[in-house]
């Protein structure tokens, strides 16, 4: 039914709030009684996770047998139509050598620039969310009014180790450099988005700036530069898919062979960026490994994998033999040094992981997340999705990269454990499940950054009134150990859950937000995010805000999508916000709804 829509209100003002970049929670100035900023001065920062910048040719390379051929500024990754007709052709483009990260001798690769280089890699590409990651999030800033240099993104060549990102292509000095152009220009601190491991990227590069600065202008230079970093899917304790990728491919549902994707994941140094590891530090820990005991070091389900050997040298009694390794053997190398023999890419994942990880000189980026010494931090991530956290592998007995096939695997799913083969697995499981990507006591490592006292709410994802809100004050967190809100869930409702401190250091604020069902490639294009990022701002803006978040009493329809035409009632869906009227529009009756927005503060 074709639609015009009417808002009323001081809606000038609500477009112009949302300019601030990329829907952002800023400061509570008027709940800690600083400075009020002037939302035309902010920027936004927007830093992609994995696999979600697009790639193009610099080089000149033909393809025989084939109707494509790649020039410059041709799309690399993601063009499926070369992908599809010239396969060979298109892995010289992607992929790079293992041992020292360099291009192929027939052609090599560069990220694009700007926002056309994270909004739509394939137009029209079958898998959407591995096409179009970003798309939806600039729409949304586009349609409240938000001007085009307040959105900045920093796109980077995801194939690298953090070290070489700096070393090649000077990205952390560029980034450096991108805010301090952000504030000469717009005249306020920036607002930092990122999105899976994006935020590894983040991390480098605060501890990166530290040997850039002197120690006394480190936190002075980030209060003035960064005034809100919102981590979303963050792997704060990396991703048990990863493994996979290793050993057998990950395709993301690209129309490649696993076998293909293994040869990429592989080759690519950034890949053990994101591989699973343990939240202890020390190495001298005693961890237990047993698949069915349930003890393994990540503190909430059994071993990440286990792998049935029937290599002749290790066979006792003509048996195979059942190896388990945890995720702290799997990010210090003890998985891979094990079957180095007899795995031709493990000893490159191994003398990847000690150069450019362990012996990284300014960050081992396979090690436990603290709080950013920033403002204010909010982690936003999926829950209750089916998410894998452990595999059974076996030997195949065909070459590299086929040479693994999964036998079985586990996966967390609502507070239990199961497998894909229907075999009973016994542990203790996480009170949820993760974001389908990515586990959830990695995403929910973040907690551990609230303070002592929080304030768990938990609201419908969708428009309500208040009435069926729940919310638990001044919550003890203890260090290490989940917070477990004693709430309830109706069925077939999604909620969004807040915590947030009750009491913070001066000046800061942190935030923890969990949305059922929001999965992690799909997150940041979910409206309900959006949507609570921008009044989220609202409320730090209003001049008469008095708490340090957002009231959660009151969700009406913000967009134009979330009035509609209830034909069941015969009425507005939100007779309250919307109206409903009929207008003629070239000699055709159609229908006219009007959303009145009204916020309580």
Request: charged share 20%.
């Amino acid at each position: 039914m074709p639609s015009r829509w009417r808002r009323r209100g001081d809606l000038a003002v609500a477009a112009a709030l949302l300019a601030t970049v990329a829907l952002a929670a800023v400061g509570a100035a008027g709940a800690d009684g600083g400075a009020e900023f002037d939302y035309r001065k902010l920027s936004g920062i927007i830093i992609p996770g994995y696999a979600s910048t697009q790639l193009r040719a610099w080089s000149v390379l033909d393809c025989p047998y084939s109707p494509f051929d790649f020039n410059p500024l041709d799309s690399v990754w993601l063009d499926t139509a070369k992908l599809f007709s010239a396969v060979n052709c298109w892995l010289k483009c992607m992929l790079l050598e293992p041992y020292n990260q360099t291009d192929h001798p027939e052609c090599k690769s560069r990220p694009d620039s700007g926002l056309s280089a994270i909004t739509e890699l394939d137009p029209g590409y079958i898998t959407g969310p591995l096409s179009s990651v970003w798309k939806e999030w600039v729409k949304w800033c586009v349609e409240f009014g938000i001007e085009a240099n307040a959105i900045i993104a920093v796109p980077y060549d995801w194939r690298l180790p953090p070290s070489m990102l700096e070393e090649r292509d000077l990205y952390f000095h560029k980034l450096k450099l991108t805010f301090e152009i952000a504030l000469k220009l717009r005249g306020g601190p920036s607002l930092v988005f990122a999105h899976s491991m994006g935020n590894n990227v983040f991390r480098y590069f605060l501890e990166w700036l530290k040997l850039e600065i002197a120690p006394k202008h480190y936190i002075q230079w980030l209060d003035e530069h960064i005034h809100a970093y919102f981590a979303v899917g963050a792997p704060l304790l990396g991703s048990t898919e990863a493994v996979r990728g290793a050993l057998s491919g990950t395709t993301f549902g690209l129309p490649v062979s696993e076998g293909t994707a293994r040869l990429m994941f592989n080759a690519f140094g950034s890949s053990l960026w994101l591989l699973p590891f343990s939240k202890h530090c020390k190495a001298d820990n005693i961890y237990w490994k047993h698949f069915f005991e349930g003890k393994g070091d990540m503190g909430a389900y059994p071993s990440i994998m286990d792998i049935t050997e029937n290599i002749t040298s290790i066979m006792e009694y003509g048996k195979p033999t059942l190896l388990s390794f945890s995720a702290r053997e799997v990010s210090d190398g003890t998985l891979f040094r094990t079957i180095e023999d007899y795995d031709p890419q493990s000893k490159a994942l191994v003398y990847q992981l000690e150069k450019y990880y362990q012996g990284d000189p300014v960050l081992n980026p396979l090690t436990p997340w603290e709080r950013p010494p920033i403002k204010n931090v909010f982690c936003i991530y999926g829950i209750d999705s089916k998410t894998e956290v452990g595999y059974y592998f076996a030997p195949s007995g065909k070459p590299y990269p086929d040479n693994w096939i999964i036998t079985d695997i586990i996966y967390e799913f609502k507070g239990s454990l199961l497998s894909r083969s229907g075999n009973s697995v016994s542990g203790k499981p996480n009170n949820s499940s993760g974001d389908g990507t990515v586990s959830y006591n990695s995403l929910s490592w973040c907690k551990n950054w609230l303070g002592a006292k929080v304030n768990i709410t938990r609201a419908p994802q969708a428009e309500h009134d208040g009435s069926d809100l729940q919310t638990a004050m001044n919550i003890d967190r203890h260090h290490g150990h989940d917070i477990l809100p004693n709430m309830t869930r109706a069925p077939h409702v999604k909620y969004i859950t807040y915590y947030e401190d009750a009491e913070s250091l001066p000046g800061w604020r942190t935030a923890v937000w969990e949305l059922d069902k929001a999965n992690h490639r799909n997150i940041v294009r979910t409206p309900v995010l959006m949507r609570e990022l921008w009044l989220e701002m609202w409320h730090d803006m209003h001049p008469d805000s008095k708490s340090k978040f957002v009231t959660k009493a009151f969700r009406g329809p913000l967009r134009n999508e979330d009035c509609h035409w209830d034909y069941g009632k015969a009425r507005c869906g939100f007779p309250e916000h919307c109206e409903y009227r009929c207008c003629e529009l070239n000699n055709i009756v159609v229908a006219h709804m009007g959303m009145i927005f009204d916020f309580p503060f």
